[in-house]
């Protein structure tokens, strides 16, 4: 077999602490801590095997990589690869399934207590001085929910959805999963999108992005929602309209959000959301609700057995089928 061109472009996406397995055959490897989109067609000229993360791979920038065989991409999401482009050209592409299931749901969890519990808006207020004013051994300037009894609404029941109602059911929750918005009927064991908004305490987004999940909670969904209720995405930025959030946020038409996913990211002041961050019942995190150690070690192991198992004929976990 001939020696194999092997080329990671957003190496940095995976810290340096995680060890990635070496591959057992003949190869040259090229890694690359981010890409730019204008260095993306270069880069991957002569490569047999591409890894992206995040970096976007389509029609234009892979055109001229004759050689390309597999894309690799070390994680779950696939929206940054033109799959259908891939499909055409014979290119196989592989994801990452399943690696997050403690990681993601232990985040959302904390995401929920903290935002139950007001902890930002409390944390807030004694950096005001506001306890010192009271005078007392206590003070409640924000109202504070108990987890248990409450009910969590999911709106994805793959890995990481049934891996969160695990989780919320162990702390006391009563889970409820949501059909596809706008579905004529139900499946077993799901309610209506509508009906899930709008009994749930709190709502947490497991769905892929796509055409039909865009904007998935806009101005009519949160509108829904109790005014207790709480928002929690893990998923994908792209899911929420981000400046409805942050109205519904400042008319208190929700309790509160916590968000870590972003239409764009890394976010700047010109999202909703960052501009806003001052908010006690907005809690903003860097897309790092997948990003435990021993999650990414799974990630990364993972990312080099599906490379290994397409070198040897066997491949395994393709979206391009």
Same mark, same amino acid.
């Not at 519990?117 to 929910?145: M, S």
């Not at 999940?213 to 005014?227: D, F, G, H, V, W």
């Given at each position: 077999?001939?020696?194999?061109?092997?080329?990671?472009?957003?190496?940095?996406?995976?810290?340096?602490?995680?060890?990635?397995?070496?591959?057992?055959?003949?190869?040259?490897?090229?890694?690359?801590?981010?890409?730019?989109?204008?260095?993306?067609?270069? #880069?991957?000229?002569?490569?047999?095997?591409?890894?992206?993360?995040?970096?976007?791979?389509?029609?234009?920038?892979?055109?001229?990589?004759?050689?390309?065989?597999?894309?690799?991409?070390?994680?779950?999401?696939?929206?940054?690869?033109?799959?259908?482009?891939?499909?055409?050209?014979?290119?196989?592409?592989?994801?990452?399934?399943?690696?997050?299931?403690?990681?993601?749901?232990?985040?959302?969890?904390?995401?929920?207590?903290?935002?139950? #519990?007001?902890?930002? /808006?409390?944390?807030?207020?004694?950096?005001?001085?506001?306890?010192?004013?009271?005078?007392?051994?206590?003070?409640?300037?924000?109202?504070?929910?108990?987890?248990?009894?409450?009910?969590?609404?999911?709106?994805?029941?793959?890995?990481? /959805?049934?891996?969160?109602?695990?989780?919320?059911?162990?702390?006391?929750?009563?889970?409820?999963?949501?059909? #596809?918005?706008?579905?004529?009927?139900?499946?077993?064991?799901?309610?209506?999108?509508?009906?899930?908004?709008?009994?749930?305490?709190?709502?947490?987004?497991?769905?892929?992005?796509?055409?039909?999940? #865009?904007?998935?909670?806009?101005?009519?969904?949160?509108?829904?929602?109790?005014?207790?209720?709480?928002?929690?995405?893990?998923?994908?930025? /792209?899911?929420?309209?981000?400046?409805?959030?942050?109205?519904?946020?400042?008319?208190?038409?929700?309790? /509160?959000?916590?968000?870590?996913?972003?239409?764009?990211?890394?976010?700047?002041?010109?999202?909703?959301?960052?501009?806003?961050?001052?908010?006690?019942?907005?809690?903003?995190?860097?897309?790092?609700?997948?990003?435990?150690?021993?999650?990414?070690?799974?990630?990364?192991?993972?990312?080099?057995?599906?490379?290994?198992?397409?070198?040897?004929?066997?491949?395994?976990?393709?979206?391009?089928?």
């Amino acid at each position: 077999m001939p020696k194999l061109k092997v080329v990671f472009l957003d190496r940095a996406t995976i810290p340096s602490q995680i060890h990635l397995k070496p591959l057992s055959f003949e190869h040259e490897w090229l890694e690359y801590d981010f890409t730019a989109p204008d260095l993306v067609a270069e #880069r991957v000229l002569d490569a047999d095997v591409i890894i992206t993360n995040k970096v976007v791979l389509n029609a234009d920038n892979l055109s001229q990589a004759q050689q390309l065989k597999l894309i690799a991409v070390s994680a779950t999401g696939v929206n940054n690869v033109d799959v259908d482009y891939c499909n055409e050209k014979n290119i196989a592409v592989a994801n990452i399934q399943g690696y997050a299931t403690q990681s993601v749901p232990e985040h959302v969890i904390a995401m929920l207590f903290a935002l139950k #519990r007001n902890l930002v /808006g409390y944390h807030q207020d004694i950096e005001a001085g506001e306890w010192q004013k009271d005078k007392q051994f206590c003070f409640f300037t924000h109202p504070i929910q108990d987890i248990a009894g409450s009910t969590l609404g999911l709106m994805g029941s793959g890995s990481l /959805g049934q891996a969160t109602a695990a989780l919320a059911k162990a702390i006391g929750m009563k889970v409820i999963f949501a059909e #596809r918005k706008g579905a004529d009927s139900c499946r077993e064991g799901y309610l209506p999108f509508d009906a899930v908004l709008q009994q749930a305490d709190a709502i947490s987004l497991h769905c892929p992005l796509t055409e039909a999940t #865009r904007n998935l909670i806009s101005e009519p969904e949160l509108a829904m929602m109790k005014p207790s209720a709480v928002l929690i995405n893990a998923g994908r930025g /792209g899911l929420v309209d981000e400046q409805a959030l942050v109205e519904a946020l400042v008319n208190h038409q929700i309790a /509160g959000a916590g968000m870590d996913v972003f239409t764009q990211e890394p976010a700047d002041k010109s999202n909703p959301l960052l501009a806003n961050s001052h908010l006690s019942n907005l809690l903003l995190t860097p897309h790092v609700a997948w990003g435990s150690d021993s999650s990414i070690q799974k990630l990364s192991d993972i990312l080099m057995d599906n490379i290994e198992a397409f070198v040897e004929g066997k491949p395994q976990n393709l979206v391009s089928e």
